[in-house]
């Protein structure tokens, strides 16, 4: 059913602020009446209940109130951004759309009704149960998205347990579990969403310093980048209390770099699928790879060195692929971990795994290596065939001043021998000029590479 307990709480904060957006600041009773509005304006264009609506738009008040409105009236939601890929009739035809709201730079919005050719029998369990739905896509890197059909009240009742209502900036967009996730904790503890359009370091950190964010999720990649750019160094962080980041493996040398430029911060991992939600994680310390995961309704277990999770916020299924759980509900994550205790360490996913000759090599374990060679802004790794091997490793670098490859290549064969065993040392090195990681700040490792 409609979550009443969340609108209550909008109507409970009132003139409070509930979201920055261009530099302007927007109330709970704003929002709630602006929902208000638009689930009128949804019931005026025959949207009803069970209707699999594509909300297209960027971040922005209207968006938010809008989605609100699609949960009011218990529809289907497909959020698609701007920086979704160009192929996004492929997602319209997998979640079956049969009405798409594209909204503009000011506010303005279109309408677009169309017929799907099927509907997915997974649809009938939402409606029958009187409950709004959200289809989330995987990143696509091998085949076909998949499509995954949540309950929307299922992943928002965690958020009924109060947390600290903190000022936090909206890095991860709302296509992405991350981002339907910020959003929904944070007004659901009368916190503020502080939203940025420049994304760049300097972006992200004026941001910060001009609303005094004081929770920044984000990735591993953008931490990088921010190591890169320097722009800690340019800005007051000051506010900040906590940074949180996941999405993919963390390179220890970024994690040990962030910890020392600011070192009041706690830094935490944060672990969650489109297929799961966002699970609650809990680092061992802020200078440590090592993360306890669990939380009401979650249970984990490692089989053959691989985490496995069952969670009562599960999707309801694939909408183009076979149910991904086993009999008794286990979701095999396709995660490698280490076990210490209740702690584990996520060493990276298993198809990318680079086997060398029968031996396992972590891409985020040798990139932490390479990081710490002068001169390199960034690098990639990842395993390419071998006749004799199966696979090697192979670096690709973004170097920060040009260098010829063959210096390059010897200044990491001779790095490499003081922390790596010889398989792992990367036999091919290349430089390359352009970004490796996507708009969602993830290393890129199944993308074609030119050097």
Not at 18 to 41: H, L, M, N, T
Not at 221 to 228: D, E, I, K, S, Y
Not at 256 to 285: N, V
């Amino acid at each position: 059913m409609r979550p009443e307990w969340l609108f209550e709480r909008f109507q409970e904060r009132g003139d409070a602020t509930a979201i920055v957006w261009r530099d302007q600041d927007y109330s709970y009773r704003w929002i709630a009446e602006r929902a208000a509005d638009f689930s009128r304006e949804l019931e005026s264009r025959g949207v009803s209940p069970g209707t699999i609506l594509a909300l297209e738009g960027d971040y922005s008040p209207d968006v938010c109130a809008f989605l609100l409105a699609a949960i009011d009236r218990r529809t289907v939601v497909v959020p698609l951004t701007r920086v979704a890929p160009a192929d996004r009739s492929r997602f319209l035809r997998i979640a079956e759309v049969e009405t798409s709201v594209r909204f503009g730079d000011e506010g303005e919005r279109e309408y677009v009704r169309s017929v799907p050719v099927s509907r997915n029998p997974l649809f009938d369990g939402l409606v029958a149960a009187g409950e709004p739905g959200l289809v989330l896509f995987s990143s696509g890197s091998s085949g076909e998205p998949k499509g995954a059909l949540h309950s929307f009240s299922r992943l928002l009742e965690k958020f009924r347990t109060g947390r600290p209502p903190l000022r936090t900036l909206a890095f991860l967009l709302l296509d992405h579990i991350g981002g339907i996730n910020t959003l929904f904790h944070i007004l659901s503890n009368g916190g503020t969403v502080v939203t940025c359009n420049d994304r760049s370091p300097d972006g992200i950190c004026g941001a910060v310093a001009r609303h005094r964010v004081e929770l920044l999720p984000t990735t591993p990649t953008f931490l990088n980048l921010l190591l890169l750019s320097e722009a800690i160094r340019r800005h007051d962080l000051s506010s900040l209390r906590q940074i949180t980041y996941g999405t993919e493996p963390m390179p220890a040398a970024t994690l040990e770099r962030m910890t020392s430029l600011l070192p009041g911060l706690r830094f935490s991992q944060t672990y969650g699928l489109s297929e799961l939600g966002i699970l609650r994680a809990r680092s061992e310390a802020s200078d440590s790879l090592w993360v306890r995961l669990g939380g009401e309704g979650i249970e984990t277990k490692v089989v053959d060195g691989t985490l496995r999770i069952r969670a009562a916020s599960a999707m309801l299924g694939y909408l183009n692929a076979p149910s991904p759980f086993d009999a008794e509900g286990w979701f095999d994550t396709q995660d490698e971990v280490e076990v210490n205790g209740e702690f584990l360490r996520i060493l990276g996913r298993r198809s990318e795994i680079i086997n060398v000759g029968g031996r396992k090599v972590y891409p985020a374990a040798v990139e932490s290596v390479l990081l710490r060679l002068q001169n390199v802004g960034d690098v990639l790794v990842r395993g390419e065939p071998n006749p004799i091997t199966g696979q090697v490793v192979a670096a690709y670098f973004n170097v920060i001043q040009p260098e010829d490859r063959a210096s390059l290549r010897r200044r990491v064969r001779e790095h490499c021998r003081d922390f790596l065993e010889p398989y792992q040392i990367p036999t091919r090195v290349e430089i390359v000029d352009t970004d490796q990681y996507s708009n969602r700040f993830k290393k890129t490792r199944g993308a074609r590479l030119k050097a």
